[in-house]
């Protein structure tokens, strides 16, 4: 393979002496990928065709039918839930946000986006508030029983950082009265043009809506009542931590190192992991120079995607699949670590790790649709993928309407 990037990366990594060479490193690398993005064609030769009905056959099981029969009854039943949980909690109009006390819902020990999102934003709600309570409802999330709070007199701001399908459970942990004279914001992030009607029941729960992008506030106000307003997270820089992931993962430390980072528990079709192995593959082949790792998160029913994820690497050494849990710590230092970031997704409503990685100075190749294309082009180091609009498929049926269109690129199966 013709080579892309001269050998003058310092076999001792020096965060100092090298920052230049490696910013040099990865920004090569993202232009030969989007080179590569731009000029692959569609794949439907036989053997993709056969690929996509192999897979088929394995998604479209006899459990994956039953619950996908299943669903719209398990959506009506989750959302009669949500409103028999909430109706006693509506807000009070007369009311106005104040830099009074205030408290906080959020998963905060959530290592993944939502929980790092909601993290950044607490940072800024302490410079606005005299006094901030913060509540983590992760534990909960994860199957604890919930036990009500005590809350002090006088509350006069409620921040849910957190999606309404979890109200049903915070406002569980709250009586009517200890939220009855404060304002109240819901922090809100959807990922398609299509408002999930699912969430309308909260509407009177909350006084405005802060959206962290354009994308998503264009959704809401199609939509709501209530204020929607443009709020981005509060996003700062991570920090360098001392811990060394390329030493732990066995990382040579001459290779570039490019890095995709992404939870497919709910829709893996959104992520499309699938594409971001085939662009590293038309782009490097086989090049044990450039290695690729994808952190990946999955859940029962989207475990399979780790069959093909596999399957489409083969006996490549240059590309990895790491499933293993890590902290916020750890998450950091793998995004220090690389050389660049990739996010091929198909659609974002924010795009935090990406955001994250253009902070550090990472170059970014990213699907120029949804929330990224507002902040991206405001970085040098982003590199603009290109696509086309597709109609909605998802064999998971994660999203109820299905009316939308959302992003492609050529190397997507």
């Known amino acids: 393979m013709e080579a892309l990037i001269t050998d003058t990366r310092l076999k001792q990594r020096d965060d100092t002496s090298s920052r230049i060479v490696e910013d040099s490193i990865g920004r090569r690398a993202a232009e030969r990928l989007v080179a590569v993005l731009k000029t692959s064609p569609p794949r439907k030769n036989r053997l993709a065709l056969f690929q996509k009905f192999r897979w088929a056959t394995r998604r479209w099981s006899l459990k994956q039918i039953f619950y996908r029969m299943r669903l719209p009854v398990r959506r009506r039943r989750w959302l009669q839930d949500r409103i028999v949980a909430t109706q006693r909690h509506f807000k009070n109009p007369n009311l106005v946000r104040t830099k009074g006390p205030a408290i906080a819902f959020g998963e905060f020990s959530g290592n993944h986006g939502l929980g790092r999102a909601a993290a950044y934003d607490v940072a800024r709600l302490h410079e606005q508030h005299r006094s901030l309570t913060l509540v983590d409802i992760g534990d909960y999330l994860r199957g604890a029983p919930p036990k009500a709070l005590r809350l002090e007199q006088g509350l006069e701001n409620v921040y849910f950082l957190c999606q309404p399908d979890t109200y049903a459970l915070v406002f569980s942990l709250i ?3 200890d939220i009855a004279n404060a304002w109240r914001v819901g922090r809100w992030v959807w990922e398609t043009p299509i408002f999930p009607e699912d969430w309308r029941f909260a509407e009177p729960l909350v006084h405005e809506v802060w959206a962290p992008s354009e994308f998503c506030a264009q959704t809401f106000r199609q939509a709501l009542q ?15 931590n001392g811990i060394d992931m390329r030493r732990r993962l066995g990382i040579d430390t001459a290779a570039c190192l490019g890095l995709a980072i992404m939870d497919i528990r709910s829709c893996p079709e959104r992520k499309n992991p699938w594409a971001h192995v085939r662009a590293w593959q038309a782009a490097f082949g086989t090049d044990a120079r450039y290695q690729f790792w994808i952190k990946i998160r999955v859940g029962k029913r989207t475990r399979l995607v780790l069959d093909e994820l596999r399957e489409l690497i083969g006996d490549a050494q240059n590309i990895h699949v790491l499933t293993e849990d890590l902290s916020n710590d750890e998450i950091v230092a793998l995004q220090r670590a690389a ?4 996010s091929l997704h198909r659609s974002e409503g924010f795009g935090l790790s990406i955001y994250e990685a253009l902070l550090l100075g990472k170059p970014v190749v990213a699907t120029h649709w949804s929330a990224n294309a507002e902040y991206g082009p405001t970085f040098s180091s982003y590199f ?12 998971t049926n994660h ?15």
């Not at 209530?226 to 360098?240: D, G, K, L, Q, Y």
């Not at 050389?339 to 990739?342: A, C, E, G, P």
Request: aromatic residues 14%; contains cysteine; negative net charge.
């Open 226 to 240: 209530v204020p929607v307003h443009v709020v981005p997270h509060a996003v700062s820089a991570p920090c360098e």
């Open 399 to 413: 999203y109820a309407d299905q009316t939308f269109q959302w992003a492609a690129g050529s190397v997507d199966l």
């Open 384 to 395: 603009p993928a290109p696509y086309q609009m597709k109609r909605y498929q998802d064999w």
């Open 339 to 342: 050389d660049l970031f990739i």
């Open 175 to 177: 009586s009517p009265q």
